[in-house]
């Protein structure tokens, strides 16, 4: 058998992969998987992220293709909402949309995780192709305000006590600057401003919700 020899998880991890390739109707050839086989021996790895970290000859670009396409089967299958909440990084497979969904560029912790509960939140609530499209265009929204606090608090925002009206003055002021350098369109602008206002609101009403009292997301933008 090809797979013969190797670790026992690497093992089992190949078989779900391909499992999951084939449940899909992909097709994986065999002399691929050979070779790919063949890199994790030469490797001596015992899991599928670190075969799929291994780089074979020029000519076997496909059998890294396998490796990296295993692992992320292999991910998706055993990831679940909760354990996505936890990165930075959200495959959105696992929330039934496409994409990824990156909230690094949020630099205040707080912030960061009131956008991933409000994405958490909202996820469920679209359907079809464009399912994340909303969530990714509210945490772009929030980047922005992100950015803004770091630049215009003294404490870069990591404070969200001190939080209050002429931050968001603030913010909306450098939206009108970026409009006015043709950095950013007037239709972009007025869209950041509501998507900021509504994750921030929504967050509000989820934080009221659970019986907690006014947390700094009770903040709002300006009409």
């Known amino acids: 058998?090809?797979?013969?020899?190797?670790?026992?998880?690497?093992?089992?991890?190949?078989?779900?992969?391909?499992?999951?390739?084939?449940?899909e109707g992909t097709r994986t050839p065999l002399t691929v998987l050979r070779a790919m086989v063949s890199s994790a021996r030469a490797a001596a790895v015992d899991n599928l992220p670190d075969l799929s970290r291994v780089r074979t000859t020029r000519k076997r670009h496909d059998a890294e293709a396998l490796a990296r396409s295993l692992a992320t089967s292999v991910r998706r299958a055993m990831a679940t909402p909760e354990s996505e909440f936890a990165l930075d990084v959200w495959d959105l497979a696992t929330f039934g949309a496409r994409g990824m969904l990156d909230f690094t560029a949020i630099s205040q912790s707080w912030l960061r995780d009131a956008a991933k509960h409000w994405a958490?939140?909202?996820?469920?609530?679209?359907?079809?192709?464009?399912?994340?499209?909303?969530?990714?265009?509210?945490?772009?929204?929030?980047?922005?305000?992100?950015e803004s606090?770091?630049?215009?608090?003294?404490?870069?925002?990591?404070?969200?006590?001190?939080?209050?009206?002429?931050?968001?003055?603030?913010?909306?002021?450098?939206?009108?600057?970026?409009?006015?350098?043709?950095?950013?369109?007037?239709?972009?602008?007025?869209?950041?401003?509501?998507?900021?206002?509504?994750?921030?609101?929504?967050?509000?009403?989820?934080?009221?919700?659970?019986?907690?009292?006014?947390?700094?997301?009770?903040?709002?933008?300006?009409?």
């Not at 058998?1 to 999951?20: F, K, N, S, W």
């Not at 996820?123 to 499209?133: M, V, Y």
Request: proline share 3%; aromatic share 4%; with cysteine.
């Open 149 to 223: 606090l770091r630049s215009t608090r003294e404490d870069h925002g990591e404070d969200p006590a001190r939080l209050g009206r002429r931050d968001i003055v603030n913010f909306s002021n450098r939206l009108k600057h970026f409009e006015h350098t043709g950095s950013m369109t007037a239709l972009t602008r007025l869209r950041t401003i509501r998507w900021v206002r509504r994750a921030l609101d929504d967050a509000r009403g989820f934080h009221t919700a659970s019986g907690g009292s006014c947390s700094p997301t009770c903040l709002t933008t300006s009409r």
């Open 1 to 23: 058998m090809i797979l013969t020899g190797l670790p026992d998880r690497l093992i089992a991890e190949i078989l779900l992969g391909l499992q999951h390739r084939c449940d």
């Open 120 to 146: 958490a939140e909202d996820l469920p609530l679209h359907r079809g192709r464009q399912s994340g499209a909303t969530a990714k265009g509210v945490i772009g929204a929030l980047v922005y305000l992100s």
